[in-house]
Every structure is written in C-alpha cells, then in structure tokens.
C-alpha cells in the first residue's frame, strides 16, 4: 500500500491542472481551425472551447487555458482562426481574441459560485460566456469597421445559432469532463 503524503497530493493536483490548462489550450488552437468564412469574423468552434475550459477548469484554469492561447499567438504563433500570429491583433477579430480570456472566467465563475452542475445551470454559464465574447468583441469591431450595425451584422447576429448550439454541447459534455479531470488515480 502506497502512502501518499500532502506534498505528493498537492505535486500531483497542480501538474493535472497544468496539464488540464495545456489541454484546453490546444483544444482552442484545434478549434481555431474548424472554420467557416462568412466575412471579417469567421465562425469558429472556439467558443464551444471556450466555455468549456470555464466549466470544467473553473474561473482560473479556464481564463489560464485561454490566455495561454493568446500569449502563444501574441508570441507570433499561427494559432488563430486565420493563421496571422500576432498581426490577428491588427485586425477585425482581435476583440473577440481577447474575450476569449474574460468569456472562460465568467464561465467558470458561475459554475463555482452557484454550484451549476445541471445541464441547464451549464447551459445558462456557456450562453453568458458567449454574451462576453459578443461584448468584447464587437466594440472592436464596430471601430474597425467604423459602425455599430455592420459589427452587429457581421459580427453578432450570424453567430447567436451557432453559439447557442455550442452552448448546449458544452452543457452536456461539462461533467463528464470534470469527472475525467478530477477522476482517482
């Protein structure tokens, strides 16, 4: 029988977190390139990753996973939807890149705060984290774009379907996900 001391526990818990953040940020970095151009901002699966990494790595680990993503594509890594690196921050997309930070947090913030471990409590914290997404990113983009209505055209109202679905895929696969990541060993 194998004594695990605190010290192993604690080594143990924080290098399956780091692993688990490294996951959601190659999960995002994946999801980036399953896309659909519809015009500046292209639909993604990112948001599906997004909130994912906030319901099942939490408020911190999930804004950890995303802003890795960002620091790597700042970094000048092609990691975006549309390969640019760090010139994506120049463009169209850039607000909804860095929402992506905030999104996850509050994401995984509701799911802590309110112990949301129903489909419909995950439902109700990924549909907020989409909302986040849409706030931080579509003011960038109207100023790109010099116009609130063309960022709500293009940048808001072609996505609400899609993330509303992604929405409820993430609902449904968020406890699974948290029993893989916090399963015995």
Do not use: C
């Not at 489909?119 to 109700?124: E, P, Q, S």
């Not at 010099?146 to 679905?165: E, H, M, Q, R, V």
């Amino acid at each position: 029988m194998q004594v695990k001391t605190l010290s192993n526990q604690i080594n143990t818990s924080l290098w399956r977190s780091i692993a688990a953040i490294a996951v959601f940020t190659a999960i995002t970095a994946v999801a980036a390139r399953i896309t659909i151009n519809i015009g500046p901002v292209p639909i993604t699966m990112q948001p599906l990753a997004i909130v994912l990494s906030g319901l099942v790595l939490g408020a911190r680990g999930g804004a950890l996973a995303q802003l890795t993503y960002v620091a790597l594509i700042a970094l000048g890594l092609p990691l975006d939807a549309n390969m640019k690196g760090s010139l994506v921050f120049f463009g169209p997309t850039a607000g909804y890149l860095l929402g992506f930070i905030p999104a996850a947090f509050v994401t995984g913030w509701l799911t802590e705060q309110f112990a949301l471990k129903s489909w419909w409590g995950h439902f109700l914290a990924a549909t907020v984290g989409m909302m986040v997404i849409y706030l931080v990113g579509a003011p960038w983009l109207a100023l790109y774009l010099n116009s609130w209505s063309k960022a709500w055209t293009l940048g808001i109202f072609p996505f609400i379907l899609f993330d509303l679905g992604k929405a409820v895929v993430a609902a449904g696969v968020a406890e699974s996900g948290k029993y893989w990541l916090n399963r015995p060993q």
